[in-house]
């Protein structure tokens, strides 16, 4: 089934601690981005990548890195854990961004809690 | 700034109507989207305006005031699978989405 495969689902990590989510998607989507949900908050985009080779900071960028090393991988890598990162992340991607008809296929999400 | 305004829960009984409405503040604005999530799910695509009026696509409708910086989306014969979040989102003038905190639909048998 076509579509974005996050991992892990589920991760507790301890302060300090490097940790990477993976995204894999097989679209043959230009277009991907990792966002950060928290509750009473909309969706923040951390960092985005408007194709292969290519990476852009979002609104909420600090802490997180991000490599588009080829077209259907976009992992996303905590150097050092905080408790504030503690969150949902989910990666998307689309056919291309510079356009208003982007729409956004989703992942199923990464639940990252940090003690 | 940029500003998505949408309330946060409404509740509905099975069957009625329900209308969810947003008010955005952007700068630029190339289109709105909504998206549906359920609850520990991916937010999935609901609808896309760029232009103003109504856009019906089944039980579910979505309208958009570019004037008035508003947007609805509406629900009819609602069923208890429509029990989830629905998130508006714009698309700012560097094609940048910018996301509302979503609305809560809670439905009533």
């Known amino acids: 089934i076509a579509g974005i495969t996050q991992a892990p689902t589920s991760q507790i990590l301890a302060a300090g601690r490097r940790m990477t989510l993976r995204c894999t998607q097989d679209?043959?989507?230009?277009?991907m981005y990792w966002y950060r949900q928290d509750l009473g908050l909309g969706l923040r985009l951390i960092h985005y990548?408007?194709?292969?080779?290519?990476?852009g900071k979002g609104e909420v960028p600090d802490g997180y890195s991000v490599s588009r090393a080829n077209t259907d991988d976009f992992p996303l890598t905590l150097a050092s854990a905080v408790p504030s990162q503690t969150s949902v992340y989910f990666c998307?991607?689309?056919?291309?961004?510079?356009?208003?008809?982007?729409?956004?296929?989703f992942g199923a999400g990464s639940r990252l809690t940090v003690l | 700034g940029q500003n998505i305004d949408q309330p946060t829960e409404m509740t509905a009984t099975e069957g009625a109507i329900v209308q969810i409405n947003c008010t955005y503040q952007?700068?630029?604005?190339?289109?709105l989207f909504w998206y549906q999530q359920h609850a520990g799910e991916a937010p999935t695509f609901l609808s896309y305006?760029?232009l103003d009026g109504l856009e019906e696509k089944g039980r579910f409708s979505s309208f958009l005031s570019r004037s008035k910086g508003y947007s609805y989306l509406l629900l009819k014969e609602l069923q208890m699978k429509d029990s989830a979040s629905y998130l508006c989102?714009?698309?700012?003038?560097?094609?940048?989405?910018?996301w509302g905190a979503g609305t809560k639909l809670i439905i009533k048998p």
């Open positions: 998307a991607s689309s056919d291309s961004r510079g356009s208003g008809a982007n729409v956004l296929t």
């Open positions: 679209m043959r989507h230009n277009a």
């Open positions: 990548s408007n194709t292969a080779g290519t990476t």
């Open positions: 952007t700068s630029g604005f190339n289109g």
């Open positions: 305006n760029v």
């Open positions: 989102a714009t698309v700012d003038s560097n094609y940048q989405l910018i």
